[in-house]
């Protein structure tokens, strides 16, 4: 009874074609040299041969994924976050295959498999695990590499002598050396790093939870050489002059000749008809070194006279002349909550996973734009339940691989762990909407609550007709944080009267409003709603059903539908019992404090600063009481609410969560405490190191 656990073993089918830590340069294929097609890759050696030295990874075969496909294209790794377990499921897949699994150490968020191993990232703690198979083919834990907390993409060199990692919570990319089993080196990044490619050159391409930008690092004496890629979020559908902000950034991908970058996101405030938030975007950077190109140039197009700088009250945007089909119905872009994204490089296509609307859509990679150039929209889950509250099949697509010969996609979904194939080898129909599924396979069943689990469902889906108007809650709530963008709160004309919503630009409806609205900072759920209440910003909502409920309306044109009864708060019961119970917080290190941080708590606890008086560490930092915020001037372009009293946020995960204040006016802690004066509490009269301290300490909340 009280003896060791055995120790849980996955069944592999693998040819170890050279062993990680045997590698010598001089067997080090050139990563320079062409990609492999997709055969040669996984062709196996003759039988009467020397076993031959591991073709380099192509460009797609260097990324990870919640899903992946063995090199030897027998199996299909699943890496199930919610179950802590990596799956293995063997090819071709059959309807009621049975999987393996593994159990592992903590969450994990992608899985890679290479020759003679599989890598695998664990979010917390921060993990690299290198996987490899026994004598008997089971597949067990060779190593693990210690990394930053919430350790989430994954990438590998051509030569799979290195792997890559972004660390989300840490913002940050470490390189490891996976023959010593150790950090090379680990750079800091702007925030919620996630997608991550490697490029032939070694050189590093990483896209971001937050944010319109992606970041570039490349190395200079063996260290890492951070910088920015400023790529604008679908310039095409943006108001004029203007760069949007973009979220989501889960995924991006190259070309099979790394001539072009494809990033999947969501562009909020893009240009679309009856779309309050924004448009999905796969936004395209021609890479330098092809044809002569010295730095990086965004694929855009310009419409003759240019896009308005406002959106009047007929105009849609979203399909447009050059579109190659119009789709009834789907005014809102191909996908919703970009996910996952591959190349398929005989079709010279993208799959893109749509998490919000259980699609996984087939654009032209070649097109200016690839979301105006849709080839075909697979529906993977099903359609939209009434008496159940969202998909019942396949919900929230979050990865996507393919097969070697690329004709066939497999999906899996997030919010009911099933694996999908798609047949992509079927001529295109002249509908584009494919709405036949392929073989599904259910892995496992949810662990939460009845209550729960609905939630969970929608909590991503974008289509249920009541709790969303066209947006999940994850697509403003990724992993259960926030997009980092700073809404308008604004009241519209109506053809049935006067509605508050949000909307992402405020030059998109100046015609329609009747405000210019209220600054609103998305909101991190997280860990944070735990309490019995209030909620909102002013605390006007007495509890976190009521908060949902409101939600409803403000997400949407219009306001809520009409003679719903008592379905919105149904929904709102479901998804309050989901962001309680199923939201993973983002880790926290449970470390001794250092002298400046020790310092720093004094500070925050003292009499003389009086933080701790409404930031009630006892109740997460908060009294959840309503208070004004003394000489806040109105911020340029909203309404002034200098006279509102708004509630003592949270201060757990205060690090993570810039901007800071419902308007977003401060980007950085050291600023908000630089500039607070005695607004909030007493620090004027801190010193410059006592700030620092003090700032310190609320990093480690």
């Known amino acids: 009874m009280g003896g060791p656990k055995p120790r849980l073993r996955l069944a592999l089918a693998i040819t170890i074609a050279s062993p990680l830590a045997c590698s010598s340069p001089k067997d080090t294929p050139d990563a320079s040299a062409p990609a492999p097609s997709a055969s040669q890759a996984v062709a196996p050696p003759p039988s009467s041969a020397a076993p031959a030295q591991p073709l380099p990874l192509s460009p797609a075969e260097r990324q990870g994924g919640v899903i992946a496909r063995s090199r030897q294209g027998d199996a299909l790794f699943v890496a199930d976050e919610d179950h802590k377990v990596l799956r293995?499921?063997?090819?071709?897949?059959a309807p009621g295959a049975s999987a393996t699994e593994l159990q592992l150490p903590g969450a994990p968020a992608q899985v890679l498999p290479i020759d003679g191993a599989v890598l695998v990232t664990i979010r917390d703690p921060g993990l690299l695990l290198v996987l490899k198979p026994d004598a008997s083919?089971?597949?067990?834990?060779?190593?693990?590499?210690?990394?930053?907390?919430?350790?989430?993409?994954?990438?590998?060199?051509?030569?799979?002598?290195?792997?890559?990692?972004?660390?989300?919570?840490?913002?940050?990319v470490s390189k490891v050396d996976l023959a010593a089993g150790k950090v090379v080196w680990s750079a800091d990044v702007a925030r919620e790093p996630r997608g991550i490619a490697v490029l032939g050159t070694g050189e590093i391409l990483v896209s971001h939870l937050v944010g319109a930008d992606v970041t570039h690092i490349g190395e200079a004496s063996g260290a890492p050489v951070v910088k920015t890629i400023g790529v604008m979020p679908s310039p095409v559908r943006a108001p004029s002059g203007k760069k949007l902000h973009a979220s989501l950034g889960y995924s991006l991908v190259t070309s099979p000749d790394e001539g072009r970058l494809f990033v999947a996101r969501h562009a909020v405030g893009a240009l679309a008809r009856r779309s309050w938030f924004g448009q999905p975007t796969v936004d395209v950077v021609l890479l330098p070194g092809k044809n002569g190109r010295a730095a990086p140039e965004q694929l855009a197009a310009t419409h003759v006279g240019g896009l308005p700088a406002q959106k009047s009250r007929v105009a849609d945007l979203t399909m447009t002349?050059?579109?190659?089909?119009?789709?009834?119905?789907?005014?809102?872009?191909?996908?919703?909550?970009?996910?996952?994204m591959v190349y398929r490089a005989k079709s010279d296509t993208l799959l893109v996973a749509g998490e919000g609307d259980d699609v996984v859509a087939e654009l032209d990679a070649i097109a200016l734009d690839p979301t105006l150039a849709i080839v075909r929209i697979f529906q993977v889950g099903q359609k939209y339940d009434p008496g159940y509250g969202a998909a019942s099949e396949c919900g929230a697509p979050s990865g996507i691989t393919l097969s070697a010969d690329e004709d066939t996609a497999y999906v899996f979904c997030r919010s009911t762990y099933d694996v999908v194939a798609i047949d992509l080898a079927a001529k295109a129909p002249v509908d584009p909407i494919v709405r036949d599924r392929q073989t599904l396979v259910h892995l496992a069943d949810d662990t939460l609550s009845a209550e729960a689990q609905k939630g969970r469902r929608l909590?991503?889906?974008?289509?249920?007709?009541?709790?969303?108007?066209?947006?999940?809650?994850?697509?403003?709530?990724?992993?259960?944080?926030d997009d980092g963008h700073v809404w308008h709160e604004a009241t519209f004309d109506t053809i049935d009267g006067l509605h508050t919503n949000f909307v992402g630009v405020y030059e998109n409806v100046p015609d329609l409003a009747k405000t210019k609205g209220f600054p609103r900072r998305t909101p991190m759920l997280a860990g944070l709603v735990n309490a019995a209440g209030p909620y909102g910003w002013h605390g006007e909502s007495p509890d976190l059903g009521a908060r949902i409920t409101a939600g409803m309306g403000l997400h949407r044109w219009g306001g809520m539908p009409q003679n719903i009864g008592g379905a919105a708060v149904g929904r709102a019961s479901l998804v309050a019992a989901f962001v309680r119970e199923g939201l993973v917080p983002p880790p926290r290190e449970n470390r001794e404090l250092t002298e400046k941080e020790?310092?720093?708590?004094?500070?925050?606890?003292?009499?003389?600063?009086?933080?701790?008086?409404?930031?009630?560490?006892?109740?997460?930092?908060?009294?959840?009481?309503?208070?004004p915020l003394k000489r806040l001037p109105p911020v340029s372009g909203f309404d002034d609410e200098s006279k509102q009293e708004f509630k003592t946020p949270s201060l757990r995960f205060v690090a993570g969560r810039a901007p800071y204040f419902h308007d977003g006016r401060i980007s950085t802690l050291e600023k908000l405490v630089e500039l607070n004066g005695d607004r909030m509490g007493n620090t004027s009269q801190l010193s410059a190191e006592d700030r620092e301290a003090l700032?310190?300490?609320?990093?480690?909340?």
């Open 88 to 93: 293995r499921i063997p090819l071709p897949l």
């Open 137 to 172: 083919g089971a597949l067990t834990e060779a190593s693990r590499v210690a990394l930053p907390a919430d350790a989430w993409g994954l990438a590998a060199t051509a030569d799979a002598r290195h792997a890559f990692v972004t660390s989300a919570w840490m913002h940050t």
């Open 321 to 340: 002349a050059d579109t190659p089909v119009s789709i009834p119905g789907r005014d809102k872009g191909p996908f919703t909550q970009p996910r996952a």
């Open 459 to 481: 909590f991503y889906n974008a289509t249920d007709p009541i709790l969303s108007g066209g947006l999940g809650c994850a697509g403003c709530h990724p992993d259960g944080r």
């Open 598 to 627: 020790k310092r720093g708590r004094e500070l925050f606890t003292s009499d003389a600063t009086k933080c701790a008086r409404c930031h009630v560490p006892a109740s997460h930092y908060t009294d959840r009481t309503p208070y």
């Open 695 to 701: 700032v310190a300490f609320l990093k480690t909340l």
